[in-house]
């Protein structure tokens, strides 16, 4: 939560208690959810009816619950079996953010968008700080210094924000995507989209499908030059569910030129670029390759904010005049939710643990 946002909650007619120094790392500070109306309160847990964080609660917090109190946050359901069994056992309703239909109804609560606009832009700004030369064109009397080139692979929302703060910093942009409509979305931020002679990957819910392993190596060898021309390179692929695809190759990094950047936003899932560590930097080759780890934090405020703001629309699709009430006829309602009334409502979950208990 961010101050500026506790009065939203208290019009809908909840009393907001805040954990003392839950905003302190996104420089919000304990005074201004004070003034904005919320209380601190170390010990609030045991008397929510709604709690919200980023983080899933730990196990020990949510034993803390009462029976029926509901939890909005990220909850990466298949890697938190044991946790999902525990809301489950607890008579909890936990709601996943990242699970919130992409439908035009649920784009204010849909945090995955959100978070990623965050990333996309830090990936940018990380490789034009990391880059010891100009993005843009500079004419000057001493001569003309050319832009950078900037190839961006993926171009969903994180991508397409990569391509417009690099556009905006004047660099020369090229993107791919495997997506049909991913071309046009290209052009529409200012950039080249690279056209390879490929079939386009389309999936169900305007996502991306899985390659082939032949599809995967035909795209990395038709993708060699432009990443062996370009000084920057930025990935952000991802296919739901599955680990990211391995896009680049440390060969096809080798053959980027000395001083090259290369941000890789999929490091922590798995990464798009072979050698690339969440959270470090490597060299590889003449290039360095920047490993993400977590990067809407980079910017905590504005990550916070966002992230804040998607919450309480969430929280107003689920509020009644009487208070916390949740229709689980709605489909953003019915989608988000993981565990309700003792059980857990989320197909692919409750698959996960039926095939584990
Ligand atoms: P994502 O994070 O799952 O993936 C990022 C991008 O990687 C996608 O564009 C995907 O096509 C691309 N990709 C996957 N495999 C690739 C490969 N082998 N090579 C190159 N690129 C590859 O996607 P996202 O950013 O969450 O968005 C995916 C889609 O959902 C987009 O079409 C976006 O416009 C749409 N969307 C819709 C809504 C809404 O309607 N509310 C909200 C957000 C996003």
């Known amino acids: 939560m961010v101050p500026e946002l506790v009065a939203k909650l208290t019009e809908l007619g909840y009393e907001v208690a805040v954990q003392p120094g839950a905003g302190l790392a996104a420089l919000y500070a304990d005074e201004g959810y004070e003034e904005a109306g919320a209380v601190l309160d170390e010990s609030a847990l045991a008397d929510a ?73 830090r990936c940018a700004i990380v490789a034009a700080q990391r880059l010891r030369r100009f993005f843009p064109l500079n004419m000057t009397s001493a001569g003309t210094v050319p832009p950078a080139e900037v190839v961006v692979l993926g171009a969903g929302v994180a991508g397409l924000q990569a391509i417009a703060t690099a556009k905006r910093l ?65 990935t952000t692929a991802a296919v739901p569910g599955r680990a990211a695809p391995k896009l680049v190759t440390a060969e096809m990094v080798e053959s980027m030129k000395a001083g090259s950047v290369v941000v890789d936003l999929a490091a922590e899932s798995g990464g798009n670029v072979e050698g690339s560590v969440p959270g470090s930097v490597v060299q590889i080759g003449g290039a360095q390759v920047w490993g993400a780890s977590n990067v809407p934090s980079q910017m905590p405020g504005p990550a916070s904010k966002l992230y804040a703001q998607n919450l309480v629309n969430i929280v107003t699709l689920m509020t009644g005049e009487d208070g916390f009430a949740p229709d689980f006829d709605d489909e953003i309602v019915d989608g988000t939710c993981v565990t309700h009334a003792g059980e857990v409502t989320h197909q692919p979950t409750a698959e996960a643990l039926e095939d584990r208990e």
């Open 170 to 234: 004047g660099a020369v942009v090229k993107a791919y995507d495997v997506r049909a409509a991913a071309a046009e979305e290209i052009r529409s931020m200012g950039a080249a989209a690279i056209e390879l002679d490929l079939d386009t990957l389309e999936g169900s819910g305007g996502y991306a499908r899985e390659m082939s392993t032949d599809r995967a190596e035909r795209q990395r060898e038709l993708l060699a030059p432009y990443i062996a021309a370009a000084d920057a390179l930025i």
């Open 49 to 121: 009816d709604v709690v919200l964080s980023v983080q899933p609660l730990t196990s020990q917090q949510i034993r803390t619950l009462r029976e029926g109190a509901a939890t909005f946050s990220f909850l990466p359901t298949l890697q938190s079996l044991d946790l999902v069994a525990e809301l489950r056992d607890l008579g909890i309703t936990a709601f996943a953010m990242e699970l919130v239909p992409r439908i035009s109804r649920a784009q204010s609560m849909d945090a995955l968008s959100s978070q990623a606009l965050v990333a996309g832009y």
